[in-house]
């Protein structure tokens, strides 16, 4: 059996600034990263900085069109896993079809969507394939 830990979760904002700001004040968290998203718009990541292992990506882009209903402005949810494979068939084992496989600094990862239409990612950071 894997094991993990909840590495991030990504929420969309209109003002990613200001959302950035609220956390660094709120939780004492620093900056790690800003810079363009993958899929247009721009992101900014805060989190601890005790151990640099949790932390928020706050994301804007042109589907963020204002205020937000509950449950809409969360993108993903992330775990890191020490054996990605492993992680996969334990994914596929509960009916549930893994997508966007990807190798890119610094992880390998993969994405599902739970029964209810919540998206996660599985990052491994230790070499694994998928």
């Not at 509960?94 to 969507?113: I, M, Q, T």
């Amino acid at each position: 059996m894997p094991k993990g830990y909840l590495e991030h979760a990504n929420i969309s904002v209109t003002r990613p600034d200001r959302s950035a700001e609220l956390f660094r004040q709120l939780l004492g968290w620093v900056e790690r990263w800003r810079g363009e998203s993958q899929l247009g718009g721009r992101t900014i990541h805060v989190g601890d900085p005790e151990n640099g292992q949790t932390y928020l990506a706050i994301y804007t882009g042109g589907h963020v069109q204002g205020e937000f209903k509950k449950g809409q402005p969360l993108n993903h949810i992330a775990f890191v896993i020490d054996d990605l494979q492993a992680a996969e068939q334990v994914v596929v084992a509960a009916g549930l079809e893994p997508f966007g496989h990807d190798d890119y600094e610094p992880g390998k990862r993969f994405y599902f969507f739970d029964w209810d239409g919540i998206e996660f990612e599985v990052v491994s950071y230790e070499g694994e394939t998928s």
